[in-house]
C-alpha cells in the first residue's frame, strides 16, 4: 500500500531546491535549479516552476498532498508573500498563489528557512526529543527558529526565531538590517572572516580568506584567530541565553557553516553561556551542533506541510 507524500521547496538565493518527501521524512525524489538571483521575479519563478514541473511530470506526483515550502526571508506567511534580501526581484512576491497554481491546487504551507531548518532537527536531528529548542544556522547570514511547548513555533509571519537580527552589542556597528551590534553583525561568517583580516590574520598561500579558513587557523593556535571565533561565540551565548530568559529552551542547535567549526567555536561558546545564561532557569541549557545536512531546508518544508496537513501520513512530526 502506498502512503501519502508531501512536496518540499527550498528556496534561497542561490539554489532552489524541491523533493517529495514522505511521511518518515525521506526524500523519494529530487529536483533542483540555480536561482536566477539577480533577475526579474518572474524569471525567479520560471525556475520554481521548472523544479515543480519535474515533480509532478512523476507518478509519484499523485500521491501528493500538500506543498511546504521554507524560503529566505523575510517571508510573510499570513499574506503568502516573500521578501528574500537576497532575491530583490521579490518584493511582496505572491509565492503561495503561484506555487499553489504550479501544484495544481494542492494545499500551501509557507516558512521561513531558519524555522525551516528548525522543524527538521526537531523532526530528525539534534533537537529530536527536545519541547522547547531553538536552531539556528550560521553561515554568510544568521537564522533561526524556535520549538515551544513540544511544536515549532513559526510565529504569524513565519519569522519567529530569527535570533541573526536581535542586537547583543548596544553601540555596535551598523546592520544591513537597520539595526545596531546584531548577532550576525559578529557572528556570520563573513564577519568572523571580516574581523580576522583587520587584525591583521593573513591568509596562506591558497588566499583562503573564508571563515572555515580562519577556522583552521584557530586550531593551528593563530591567536587573531581564534580571538575572531571567541568574539562570535560570545555574541551568540548573549543571543542564545536571552532567548533562553525569555522562553525557556533547553537546547541551542547550531548549524550552517560556521557550525562546522567544532571546538575553535563551541569551547568559548560553552564558556560565554555560562557568564550570560546565569539564572537557575537557564542553567542547564546545552548546545549542540546540527545532525541535519544539506537537506535539512527541504526536510523541514515537507514537516511544515504534514504537520498542517494531518491526512496526510505524519510520523512522528
Ligand atoms: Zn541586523
Known amino acids: 500500500m502506498h502512503t501519502d507524500l508531501v512536496a518540499a521547496l527550498d528556496i534561497g538565493g542561490t539554489k532552489i531546491a524541491g523533493a517529495l518527501v514522505d511521511g518518515h521524512g525521506r526524500i523519494l525524489l529530487r529536483a533542483q535549479r540555480a536561482t536566477p538571483a539577480q533577475e526579474g521575479g518572474d524569471t525567479v519563478m520560471r525556475a520554481v516552476d521548472d523544479v515543480i514541473g519535474e515533480l ?3 507518478p509519484l ?4 498532498r500538500a506543498v511546504g515550502i521554507g ?3 523575510p517571508v510573510d506567511a499570513s499574506a503568502g508573500t516573500v521578501s528574500p534580501v537576497n532575491v530583490p526581484g521579490w518584493r511582496d512576491y505572491p509565492l503561495v498563489e503561484r506555487v499553489r497554481k504550479a501544484a495544481a491546487g494542492l494545499p500551501v504551507e509557507l516558512i521561513g528557512d531558519g524555522v525551516a531548518i528548525t522543524a527538521a532537527e ?3 536531528g539534534a533537537a529530536r526529543g527536545h519541547d522547547n529548542a531553538l536552531c539556528m544556522v550560521v553561515s554568510t547570514g544568521v537564522g533561526g527558529g524556535l520549538v515551544l511547548n513540544g511544536q515549532l513555533h513559526p510565529g504569524p509571519t513565519g519569522n519567529a526565531g530569527h535570533i541573526g537580527h536581535i542586537s547583543v552589542d548596544l553601540d555596535g556597528d551598523s546592520c544591513p538590517c537597520g539595526s545596531r551590534g546584531c548577532v550576525e553583525r559578529i557572528a556570520s561568517g563573513p564577519n568572523i572572516a571580516r574581523r580576522a583580516l583587520e587584525g591583521g590574520w593573513r591568509p596562506g598561500p591558497d588566499g583562503d580568506t573564508s571563515a572555515a579558513a580562519v577556522a583552521e587557523a584557530a586550531r593551528a593556535g593563530d591567536p587573531v584567530a581564534v580571538a575572531s571565533f571567541e568574539r562570535a561565540a560570545q555574541a551568540l551565548a548573549a543571543g542564545i541565553a536571552a532567548t533562553a530568559t525569555l522562553v525557556e529552551i533547553d537546547i541551542a542547535v547550531i548549524g550552517g557553516g560556521v557550525g ?6 563551541f569551547v568559548p561558546l560553552r ?4 557568564t550570560y545564561a546565569t539564572l537557575s532557569f537557564v542553567r542547564r541549557l546545552t548546545v549542540a551542533p546540527a545532525l541535519m545536512g544539506t537537506d535539512a531546508g527541504l526536510v523541514g518544508a515537507a514537516a ?3 504537520s498542517r496537513n494531518p491526512s496526510a501520513t505524519a510520523a512522528g512530526v
Open 271 to 274: 564558556e560565554a553561556l555560562a
Open 122 to 124: 526537531h523532526w530528525q
Open 71 to 73: 524560503s529566505a526571508g
Open 61 to 64: 506526483w499523485n500521491r501528493a
Open 56 to 58: 509532478t511530470v512523476s
Open 304 to 306: 511544515a506541510a504534514l
Open 260 to 265: 562546522k567549526a567544532g571546538d575553535v567555536l
